[in-house]
């Protein structure tokens, strides 16, 4: 079967989703292709995210929990950040991917479920099209543009020579839980190495009953499972799972996220990267949805424009531009404090957790966001009691 759309998105993920919503808004015939089943039917994510950041996206407060406190949990500290009033929030990751899905389909995107991209097609070294193969048999789509939106595998712009793999990457297991009693308001970071040789474990709530429990693993610094991890910090009900009573697993996820920073590239002739397969996340707790779907939203935008340029390597410049622009120097001070964490022993944990004692709840938001605006980290760089926090906030700032 042989079709022709003006654009075609490579992955229903947050980052393709909203790209196809804005492409299609913006008057163009685009086709979107997700492998799995269903849009979300694999969940990838922890979905922890911040509440400013998704109402500015326009996420309704519905398909979120909100939290307003902060725990860490070291093998011999704990630390609590309290808040006032929520900032941070744990998303309803199926039901707001469905929602960005409505939303696309709504502005007229046509979407594929079961349906895996399997090659692109070039003409010299411009991107042409793809095939996938769909419930409906294999196709073969001509269009002036690809949005590779495929996550981690960067599986388009891979296949066209932009991207080689990741080599710094983090790997994650999850369990979604029913349990006893959870403070619904509260997540937690859990640091050392029973919870993690080279990452951190965490419970991230959805309400009173419903947790997220996992671990991530930082590669190549570490080659452990984290679904074994994962598993024994659940049979020894290690700190702070202790409190949440009876812990029942109902789902598993499992993921990768690249860990190296922004892609060199993005954009070729005919081609433009989004999302994780761009390296667009911030690196300091491997967060990426809310970049996902502001990032996809505009390579929509930029990439419908640039149909009357024949989605020329040039006209798709600006969307490089843009977003490394954003995002490339937090990343890079990211990539700084989490050179520091990724071998920190137990003992060195409990003293870099105490740091964050004498931070105020919108300090430590903008911290762990990588907010780190050069006026911010001084504040903190000078008035911080603790000396050693002193030095971690002037690194930042070199
Ligand atoms: C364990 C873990 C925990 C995380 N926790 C958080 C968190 O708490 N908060 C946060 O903000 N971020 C978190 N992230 C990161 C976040 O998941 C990513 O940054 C975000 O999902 C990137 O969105 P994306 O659309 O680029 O890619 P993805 O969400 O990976 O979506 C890509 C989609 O493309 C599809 N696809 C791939 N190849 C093809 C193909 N060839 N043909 C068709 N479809 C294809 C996939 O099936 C998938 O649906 C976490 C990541 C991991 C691994």
Do not use: L, Q, R
């Given at each position: 079967m042989a079709s022709t759309y003006d654009i075609v998105v490579v992955g229903g993920g947050p980052a393709g989703l909203a790209a196809a919503q804005s492409t299609a808004k913006a008057g163009a015939r685009v086709i979107l292709f997700e492998?799995?089943?269903?849009?979300?039917?694999s969940v990838r994510t922890s979905g922890v995210s911040w509440i400013d950041s998704m109402e500015s996206l326009g996420i309704p407060s519905s398909l979120y929990n909100p939290i307003a406190n902060y725990r860490f949990v070291s093998p011999s500290n704990d630390v609590m950040i309290s808040g006032s009033t929520p900032r941070s929030c744990v998303l309803d990751v199926r039901a707001t991917y469905q929602h960005l899905a409505f939303l696309a389909a709504e502005a007229g995107a046509t979407i594929m479920v079961r349906s895996n991209v399997i090659n692109i097609a070039k003409e010299g070294s411009r991107v042409t099209g793809v095939k996938a193969s769909t419930p409906a048999g294999d196709m073969e789509v001509k269009c002036p543009l690809v949005i590779d939106a495929?996550?981690?595998?960067?599986s388009a712009g891979r296949k066209a020579g932009l991207a080689g793999e990741w080599r710094r990457y983090g790997v994650g297991a999850e369990y979604e839980c029913y349990c006893d009693h959870a403070d619904s308001l509260t997540w937690t970071l859990m640091v050392g190495q029973q919870y993690s040789e080279a990452g951190y474990a965490w419970v991230f709530p959805l309400s009173k009953n419903r947790v997220r429990i996992g671990v991530g693993i930082g590669r190549p610094e570490s080659q452990a499972d984290p679904l074994d991890k994962l598993h024994a910090v659940l049979e020894k009900k290690l700190k702070p799972l202790d409190a949440l009573g009876k812990i029942q697993p109902v789902e598993l996820h499992y993921g990768f996220i690249p860990n190296e920073g922004p892609r060199q590239v993005s954009v070729a002739d005919g081609l433009l990267m989004v999302g994780d397969s761009a390296g667009q996340s911030n690196p300091l707790v491997l967060e990426g949805v809310r970049y996902a779907i502001e990032f996809g939203r505009l390579a929509g935008e930029v990439g419908a424009r640039s149909l009357t340029h024949n989605a020329s390597k040039e006209s798709l410049a600006d969307y490089e531009k843009a977003w490394k622009a954003r995002v490339a120097a937090k990343i890079a001070s990211a990539l700084k404090v989490q050179s520091r964490w990724i071998g920190l022993s137990d003992g060195e944990w409990d003293k870099e957790i105490e740091i964050l004692r004498d931070m105020s709840a919108d300090e430590f938001i903008d911290f762990i966001k990588a907010d780190f605006t050069a006026a911010k980290m001084m504040k903190l760089a000078f008035h911080h009691p603790k000396l050693a926090a002193r030095q971690l906030f002037n690194m930042v700032l070199k």
């Open positions: 492998k799995d089943e269903a849009i979300a039917h495929s996550g981690f595998s960067t």
